[in-house]
């Protein structure tokens, strides 16, 4: 079992920025990619980003494409997304996954942990 933390998340001005930190633990010896997920009420999860167990893969949603970016550190055990230039539409709550394939994805179902969520909250 893995256990994933969120953390950094708040309220931002509209060009703001934030870093969200993602802390895994208990079985971190295994190989795992990682992705970020958003939520904003009244819709469904949606794909941020994701990034590979090695770090040299990573995939971005258009919509956050040149903004955001992916980085792990694995000696830590963390994981990151930088946001910049953020917009009142990034507004949601944020959450971290892990998938044991080690690969990443795009796709939510394909994650086997999922932490609690941080909200991010970008007023205009």
């Known amino acids: 079992q893995v256990q994933l933390v969120e953390s950094g998340g708040g309220l931002v001005q509209e060009g703001g920025s934030l870093r969200l930190s993602c802390a895994a633990s208990?079985?971190?010896?295994?190989?795992?990619?990682m992705g970020w997920f958003r939520q904003a009420p009244g819709k469904e999860r949606e794909f941020v980003a994701t990034i590979n167990w090695t770090g040299g893969s990573t995939y971005y949603d258009d919509s956050v494409k040149g903004r955001f970016a992916i980085s792990r550190d694995n000696a830590k055990n963390m994981g990151y997304l930088q946001m910049n230039s953020l917009k009142p539409e990034d507004t949601a709550v944020y959450y971290c996954?892990?998938?044991?394939?080690?690969?990443?994805?795009?796709?939510?179902?394909?994650?086997?942990?999922w932490g609690q969520g941080t909200q991010v909250t970008v007023s205009s």
């Open positions: 208990g079985r971190t010896s295994n190989i795992y990619g």
């Open positions: 996954a892990a998938d044991r394939l080690g690969r990443g994805s795009r796709l939510f179902n394909e994650y086997d942990y």
